[in-house]
Every structure is written in structure tokens, then in C-alpha cells.
């Protein structure tokens, strides 16, 4: 209470501070009721804790403060962004126009008078933001891509000589997905060439726009292209949820659910898509309020693209607001297959996080068993939650039959001998173990992963240890920044006693993972061969703290507190 004493008694002297320096102070007293000031206070704070609804619930009680106090004004537009209450937000901007001069501001009222055909009052909402000094580049990249499609629904047709298309081809990737876009809403000559370039670079993954490309073709009723596409872009393993509920919908015939969510000739999609797209660059840099701004536009624009969601859904889980993320992910319908999974395995991981791993694996137990014909991929997803709880056999017999009915050459093969392996070297079923995972290096030697569980295993079998070390050699030289890798190769050298070199790479990893009670206790056991006892109970103590170390682990931890690495069985 104190904490939350203190923090509140800090927005008060700030805001008496902010508001003592106006020259409206004095004159608007009325303004600087107790009663605004707390509801404006509660509105900051419940907003700095991601709860949008108790912020919007004080802000709304505030009377007339947006007149004196421009902060208010983009707290409030958030506010009521994230709760969906966009209309809303368009009437507060549209009676303090004069005011309102922030950049989401201007965003959010130029896109409404965007998409109503409003032309020449978006353009004055862009244009009063567009040369600011203040906005970053990456807010200019907006702006200049909001006004390009502006000019475009306008003219309905490309201008040479646009100065705002100049300034996107700054941009290389992004300009890639513009015009993809572009040409597609004017149904130009360029549109399919435009999405295979696209879908064909090798820069950066743009699975995505296999969908805006397929969604393309079957407005041109080109569904034999289609089925190609989705041939050699979808596949059992490492294609996006997106494409496998695309393939899914296909191979029932289902084209329409594919067509009825976008189209590219209507712009209120286009901008949500644009939209989607920035949410998803600032997700991606973690700026997850500034994403679910997008987001949420995005979703208002196209509210049928129901699927966005699952970013927002995401975004709240990266934050730790596992109420907010769960609930959207129980939004999908069991229908869409692909994304129900998907989210039932988000779900059951907040469950573990929330609850505990028994009701985690209860949870998405359950949901499997209802589908009647899982893909190789759900089943190797459930596998890998056996494993990941710890339950090993069920593991293993899942894992199995995947073994059983895929080809060797198929990619998943490996990963399977691999996660197989692992779960047989955890009930200590050696000679079965080094089996899978000196088969799965048979069909990919340079797996670092791989490499790195073999050689690991051994060593702390102590056998085989002068090629465990050649075999760590390369995973590192694959893999120079991977923690598991480092922490392998430091306890190698811990192994022959050469604690020197043990500590330098334990330390890097370490670094990259500071929380990981392995590397802990191996940081703990070197600093005491190095005689540095404090330091070694130290990071042994770590352990004891740890959520992530298991009991066996936490058992040995305690008998080194008290005895040290000597003498210990």
C-alpha cells in the first residue's frame, strides 16, 4: 500500500506542477476539481497497467479537462482505441479538432475520414503531423504510406511524380508489400508479378501475403493456381498457422471462407491490413502498447479478419496480462481448426504459468482427443507437451508413431529422432537414446542442437569425451551465441578440471540467460574449484529460488550449500 501510496502522491505533484504553469489555471479552477484530478490520476495509472477498461472508466468521468490539459487527449484516444470504442473516439477528436494535434490522434481521425471518402479532411489530418520534428522516422513511414493511399483511392490510378511513393521506395521491404497491395486495389498489370516477388524474396519471410496472393487468384477464379501455390508453400511442419488453415479450407473446399475476410479492391481492408502491419513491426520491437493501438484499428477497419486477434492475443501474454490473452484466445472457434489448436496450446501454456502443469496438460489432453484425424503437426505439438511436462512414455509413444508413418526423408524426421532421443536419455534409456540422436545426425550431421544434446549426454556419462568436445566444437562454431551450447562446452572444460576456460564460457551463458538454474549450478560449482565460496553459494542459492528447477535439482543444491562440490553423491 505504501508502494501504491507513493506512486499516486508522485502524479499529484506532478500534475499540480504541470497545470500551476498554465495560464489557464488560475481561471479555470473548476477544472482542477478533486474529483478530476483522482479520476484523471486513476486513468494514468490504470493505463500504465494495461487496463484499459478501469482507464477508460476514470477518464470518462472527467469534465471539460481536455480543454487545458493536452496529455489527457491521447491517454483518453488510447483508451478508447483499446476498448474498441473507435466511433467514440472519432466524435471526442472531431469537437476538440483544434486541440487534439498528436500523432495517434491525427492517425486515428484522418483513417475515418479516409475510408468515408473524406478526402480532403484526412488530407489536413496528415498534413498537420507529416513535417513534425518530433515524430520518428518510422511514424513519417506512416504517414507517407496513409497520404500514398489517399492519392490512390482518390485518383484510382498510380502518379508518376507522387512525392509520398518516393519517399516509401526509402523503404525496401516495406515498399514490396505496399505495392503488392496497390496494384492489386487498381487490378493492374503488375499485381501478379508484384505478389511473386513478394512471396519468391529471399530477404525476409513474407508468408503472409501467400494468403493476400491466394485470396488474388480466386477472385480471378484461378483456383487450379491456387492449389499449386498452397502445394509448395504449405507443409506439414514450418509453414504459418495462416497457411495451414488455408490448406485446410481448401483441400474441404471451403474457398469462400478464404475470399469472405479480405479484399483487396475494398480499402477500409487495405488499411486494416496496413494497420496489422505496423501493430506487427512494433510487436516485434516489443513496443506492445503502440502495437495494440494498431491492433485494434486494424481490427475495426476489418473486424471479418478475425484472425488478427491472435497477435493481440499474443501481445498480452508477452506482458504478463494472461486474463486479457486467454480470453481472446477462447474467442476462436473450434471451426478453424488450425488457429483453435493454436490457441488451445496457448491457452494450456498460461494454465501452467496460472494454475499448474497438471490442469495445463489436462487442458490440451483433452482438446486433442477431440480431434478425429490430428496432422503430423498436432501430433508431434502434443508430443512435445508430453515432453515438456515430463511425461515421457506418452511422449515417446507419440513420437513413435510419427517415426512410423513418416518418410525418412521427410523434414520432421530428424526433429522427431531428436525430441525421441532426448525423452529416452531422460528416463535414462541410454543405448535407445544415442540411437535416435546418432541417427538424426546421420540424416543432418551439422545440427547444432542435436550435436549439443549427444555430446552433453555423453559427457555426463563420461564416456566417449574427446569427441563429445569435437562435437561442442562445431555446435558453437554453428550456433557462437547459443547459451545451451555455452554452458555444454564450459561444463566440458569443468569436466577436465581446466576451470578457467570452464568459467569463461559458463559466464557467457550466463549472461544471455541469467535465470536458468542449470547454468547457475554449473556457475556455482566452478567458482568453487576456484576457491571463491561466496560467489559459489551465491549462485547455488539462485537455484534454490528458481520456479524452473525441479526437486532433484534443488536437493543437490541444498547438500552443496552446506558441504560444497566435494564428497558429493
Known sequence: MIFKFNKVSIF????????????????????????????????????????????????????????????????FIFSLVENQKIDKASVFLKKNREQHNFFEGNIVLGSLFLIDNEFEEALKEFNLIKDEPQITNFERLIINTLIHYLHIFYNKELEVDDVNKNFLRNYKNFNKIHEAFINCYLDNEYTDSSFQLLINSQDINYDRYIYFYINYLLSKNKNNEVKKIINQNVDSYNSNILLDQINEWSDNNQFNKITNIFSCKNPKHLISEFFYLIANLYSAEESYIKSNFYLNLSIYFNPEFKFNKILLADNFFKMDDFYKSKKLYEE?????????????????????????????????????????????????????????????????????????????EHELYKEVLYRRGGSYERLKMWDKSDNDLIKSLEIEYEDPYVLNYLAYSWLERDINKDKAMEMLMLAHELKPRDPYILDSIGWAYYLQKDYIKAEKFIRLSLEIMPEDPTVNDHYGDIMWKLEKFLEARYFWRNVTNSKEADIEIKNKIKKKLIFGVNNIS
Do not use: C, R
Request: avoid cysteine; hydrophobic fraction near 35%; charge should be positive.
Open 12 to 75: 499529484i505533484i506532478f500534475f499540480f506542477i504541470l497545470f500551476t504553469n498554465t495560464n489557464s489555471f488560475s481561471s479555470n479552477l473548476n477544472f482542477h476539481s478533486k474529483e478530476n484530478i483522482t479520476n484523471y490520476i486513476y486513468g494514468i495509472l490504470s493505463s500504465k497497467d494495461s487496463n484499459s477498461h478501469k482507464s477508460l472508466d476514470s477518464f470518462k468521468k472527467i469534465k471539460n479537462l481536455q480543454k487545458i490539459h493536452p496529455p489527457f487527449k491521447k491517454h
Open 332 to 408: 476462436v472457434e473450434i471451426k478453424n481448426s488450425i488457429f483453435h489448436w493454436y490457441s488451445v496450446k496457448k491457452i494450456s501454456k498460461i494454465e501452467s504459468l496460472i494454475s499448474n502443469n497438471d490442469v495445463a496438460l489436462n487442458l490440451i489432453a483433452y482438446n486433442y482427443k477431440k480431434i478425429a484425424k490430428p496432422s503430423d503437426k498436432i501430433v508431434f505439438d502434443m508430443a512435445n507437451f508430453y515432453k515438456d511436462f515430463n511425461k515421457y512414455d506418452e511422449a515417446i509413444s507419440l513420437y513413435s508413431y510419427l517415426l512410423d508413418n513418416l518418410n525418412e
